[in-house]
């Protein structure tokens, strides 16, 4: 099985740019005028180009809004040191959320990006929590 992650964004290029600078993803190729694929190791992400207020779905009632929004489902990406990726996130733009959280042999902070979403920064003293 293989997993991606869409994360949908008012403008593309402003996301291209905090991604890439903020979680050092690379652009691998542009699909149509609204879809980036960018790529890091394992993990691959495509931007989706949405405007605000639009319906995600016809069967969901809310609207697209890319002020900071909370959401069951959130991504987390593993670095190997926590306050390095922390200041080179907050420099991009990120918004930090937490202090640094211990867990089970790891180290967590949580941030949102410029549109909105959540996501956490994690490094483990291992290969995963303990």
């Not at 909370?70 to 990406?77: M, S």
Request: with cysteine; aromatic share 10%; glycine share 8%.
């Amino acid at each position: 099985m293989r997993m991606i992650v869409n994360v949908d964004v008012p403008e593309l290029v402003p996301a291209i740019e905090f991604y890439t600078a903020a979680l050092g993803f690379e652009l691998t190729r542009r699909l149509d005028d609204d879809v980036a694929e960018l790529k890091n190791g394992a993990a691959l992400i495509y931007l989706l180009e949405k405007p605000a207020g639009s319906t995600p779905s016809q069967h969901v009632a809310d609207r697209r809004g890319y002020t900071r929004h909370w959401t069951p489902v959130h991504f987390d990406i593993v670095v190997d040191d926590l306050s390095q990726a922390a200041e080179r996130a907050t420099r991009a733009g990120a918004t930090r959320e937490s202090g640094c959280l211990e867990w089970r042999g790891s180290k967590c902070i949580t941030f949102s990006d410029p549109f909105g979403h959540g996501f956490c920064l994690i490094e483990f003293e291992g290969d995963t929590y303990a």
